[in-house]
């Protein structure tokens, strides 16, 4: 009996330790920066008690540079298993009170045990990253360990949803486990990003460059597009992965889950019928008419900052988890460039791995044109949306609400693209370049010998009959291209119909090793 009681208390003891992490004086150090110790993390983001810990008693084998002298129990990540809002999630939090929350060959291990057992089951995996970089101490081991983490993500990709957060820093070719993964979060001023820290960037470019001003939280959501998502703080970036996960499924064999919904299926929006501004040049904000269809005017912007030009994200429809896309009239009248492409096609590729059907809201006057955007690769970018749209299979309901204009008509989930359902309101104009520059094109040579006056009045002549003949959605709905021109105030009702109807679509692609996408 004795014996017993001995055994149950020196598990007791070392499930302290473990749970102690780097100790008090660590502990007290992280919270003084503002932040959650790991386990803490955990706690804020999971059901309360659902959490099952795999892999306390890890501990690392190494003993160089002194790691032999000092032992933590967890050896500086927690992983494990557990419930939010009752749905199975896998979780690896780092703890940066052990060794800076650097990676070594077993806190690698035991990342990767959670991500294989989450892609065996079937589960989200969410990283909480907060950590100094590869282990120095372990040296190769490190490095391998990495790797072994990198591999996963690449195989659980499109498999299993991914989820980052990155709560501290994240350095060197660790930035690559997160960019690999479906959504990266940060927060405000106390998590950064980068390849090289400030010191080597001076060394090789002589660039001064502050942390924040390289990798924070604000650059990587409004230039780099690294994050899709940033907040003010850790506890609004778990409310954030609670939401997000509300519009995923579990795996890429799972539907997304299906919520109830009480907000009327036929609610008519009598302002959409009015929206589009008289003059064809006047900017609209599409988020409203967004917000105005999708259940409870709830939409999830991702990557808000980056591109405004598209929007992208998450709403409902009849409970059912949809994703969106739309130009933006009001940020660069909506045109697609480089980047905007990028994060169109990143978008529907993420909803068409995991069955999340695609709305998309066109007025969008056409690619970008430029030096800038030739040498920084249009082409290839603008290729990337429209091979994504052409690709997916999952349904996909498309509404013209003003422009339509050259090859931007064909990518923005056109039917030629496999289109399943293409509206348009009775404003669409679809055409093959904007009216003024159709006529320049058209009657440029004729215009060559009238003066200034004569020509913008011969301009403005033929800009009337091209709008005459184009400006409008019947030319494309005579040829089945437009399945119908719909009131703006039913798009609400005709989406939530055409979804209803797609929700059985079965398509597939040919069988193939992958194909090209030009990356
Ligand atoms: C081992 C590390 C560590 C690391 C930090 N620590 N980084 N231990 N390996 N990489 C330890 C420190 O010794 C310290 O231990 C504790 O963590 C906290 O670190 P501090 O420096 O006191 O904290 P802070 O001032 O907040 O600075 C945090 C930091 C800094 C900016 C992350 O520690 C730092 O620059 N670390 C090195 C970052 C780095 O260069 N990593 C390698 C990147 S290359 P004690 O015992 O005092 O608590 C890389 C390659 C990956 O990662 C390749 C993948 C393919």
Redesign the pocket.
């Known amino acids: 009996m004795e014996e017993i009681e001995r055994k149950l208390k020196e598990l007791q003891e070392l499930r302290k330790q473990a749970r102690m992490g780097?100790g008090e004086r660590?502990i007290e150090t992280q919270h003084g920066?503002g932040k959650y110790t790991a386990r803490e993390r955990i706690i804020h983001l999971v059901d309360e008690g659902s959490f099952e810990e795999f892999d306390m008693f890890v501990a690392q084998r190494e003993s160089d540079f002194g790691l032999g002298d000092q032992e933590f129990l967890a050896d500086g990540v927690v992983t494990g298993h557990a419930t939010i809002r009752g749905r199975q999630v896998a979780v690896f939090s780092q703890d940066?009170?052990v060794?800076?929350?650097?990676?070594g060959e077993m806190f690698a291990k035991k990342i990767c045990k959670i991500m294989d057992y989450a892609v065996k089951v079937g589960m989200p995996i969410i990283g909480l990253n907060d950590?100094?970089?590869?282990?120095?101490?372990e040296g190769v081991l490190?490095?391998a360990g990495?790797?072994d983490v990198?591999l996963r993500n690449v195989t659980a990709s499109g498999v299993v949803p991914q989820i980052s957060a990155i709560l501290g820093?994240c350095?060197?070719?660790?930035v690559?486990s997160p960019a690999i993964t479906d959504f990266t979060m940060m927060v405000s001023n106390t998590s950064y990003m980068f390849v090289t820290?400030p010191k080597v960037v001076k060394t090789v470019t002589h660039e001064d460059v502050t942390t924040e001003q390289l990798g924070g939280a604000e650059i990587h959501a409004s230039k780099s597009g690294v994050a899709h998502f940033i907040t003010e703080s850790e506890d609004e970036i778990f409310d954030l992965i609670k939401k997000l996960i509300t519009f995923i499924p579990q795996n890429n064999v799972e539907e997304p889950p299906l919520v109830s919904c009480d907000d009327p299926i036929d609610r008519l929006e009598d302002d959409l019928n009015y929206i589009i501004p008289g003059d064809p040049n006047q900017p609209y904000d599409m988020k409203s008419v967004i917000e105005a269809v999708v259940d409870h005017n709830d939409f999830l912007e991702v990557r808000r900052r980056w591109a405004p030009n598209i929007i992208c994200g998450f709403a409902r429809f009849k409970g059912r988890s949809t994703g969106i896309i739309a130009n933006q009239p009001s940020h660069l009248a909506g045109v697609l460039d480089n980047k905007a492409s990028r994060k169109a096609a990143m978008f529907i590729r993420f909803c068409d791995a995991f069955n999340i059907p695609i709305v998309t809201f066109v007025d969008v006057p056409g690619f970008m044109p430029g030096t800038i955007q030739e040498y920084e690769g249009i082409i290839l970018n603008g290729a990337k949306l429209l091979y994504a749209y052409a690709e997916a299979t999952v349904p996909k309901i498309t509404i013209i609400t003003r422009k339509a204009y050259g090859g931007a008509y064909d990518v923005m989930g056109s039917k030629h693209l496999r289109g399943d359902l293409n509206y348009a309101w009775p404003m669409a104009e679809i055409a093959v370049m904007g009216p003024r520059g159709a006529v320049e094109v058209l009657y440029g040579h004729e215009a060559k010998k009238m003066t200034a006056e004569e020509k913008e009045k011969f301009f403005n002549q033929k800009e009337k009959e091209y709008r005459d003949k184009f400006a409008n959605p019947y030319d494309a709905a005579k040829l089945g291209f437009i399945d119908d021109v719909i009131e703006p105030r039913n798009s609400r009702f005709r989406i939530i119909r055409g979804l209803e109807s797609l929700a059985g679509k079965r398509e597939l692609n040919l069988p193939r090793k992958h194909g090209c996408i030009p990356l």
């Open positions: 780097g660590r920066k940066f009170t060794f800076g929350g650097s990676l950590s100094g970089g590869a282990r120095i101490q490190s490095l990495y790797a990198f820093p350095a060197g070719g660790a690559y820290g």
